[in-house]
C-alpha cells in the first residue's frame, strides 16, 4: 500500500469516497504536518446515515489476485467490504482497492487497515475515523 510518507508507514496514499444521495464526491485523506514534516491522516466523517464513504487504497501487484473475494481490508479489526480491486486505469502498475468504512467505526479514532491479497497481507497503514 502506498503511504504519503513514502515509506510504507502511516498515512495511506488514498482518497475518501463520499456517495451521498447518488452523488459521488473525493476528499483528501491526508494532511502535510508541518511540525513533523511528515503526512497525517485526516479524520474521516461518516456522515449521515445514508452515506457510504469508501476508503481507496492504492498499491501494487493486486490485479493479479486470483478473485475479487480474495482482496480482505479490515479497518479497526472491523471488515471492509471491497467492491472494487484491479488496475486503477490509467497510471501502469498502480492498482486500486475500494473498501466501504463500517459506520460501526464511528468515533474510533485512528485505526489501522490491512489489505490481504490471496492470503498475503500488504504494510499495514493507517486512518483517522471521527
Do not use: C, H, M
Not at 33 to 54: A, E, K, M
Amino acid at each position: 500500500v502506498f503511504t504519503g510518507n513514502a515509506n510504507g508507514q502511516g498515512a495511506p496514499a488514498a482518497l475518501v469516497l463520499r456517495v451521498r444521495n447518488g452523488v459521488q464526491t473525493y476528499e483528501t485523506l491526508a494532511r502535510l504536518d508541518t511540525s513533523t514534516n511528515r503526512f497525517v491522516p485526516n479524520p474521516i466523517d461518516l456522515g449521515s446515515t445514508g452515506d457510504q464513504v469508501y476508503l481507496i487504497l492504492y498499491a501494487t501487484g493486486v490485479r493479479n489476485r486470483t478473485a475479487l473475494a480474495a482482496v480482505n481490508v479490515k479497518i479497526g479489526g472491523v471488515d471492509a467490504p471491497v467492491s472494487f480491486a484491479q488496475g486503477q486505469g490509467s497510471l501502469a502498475g498502480l492498482d486500486q482497492i475500494n473498501a466501504l468504512i463500517q459506520r460501526s467505526l464511528i468515533g474510533r479514532g485512528e485505526v489501522e487497515v490491512v489489505l490481504t491479497v490471496d492470503g498475503k497481507a500488504a504494510n499495514t497503514v493507517r486512518v483517522n475515523i471521527r
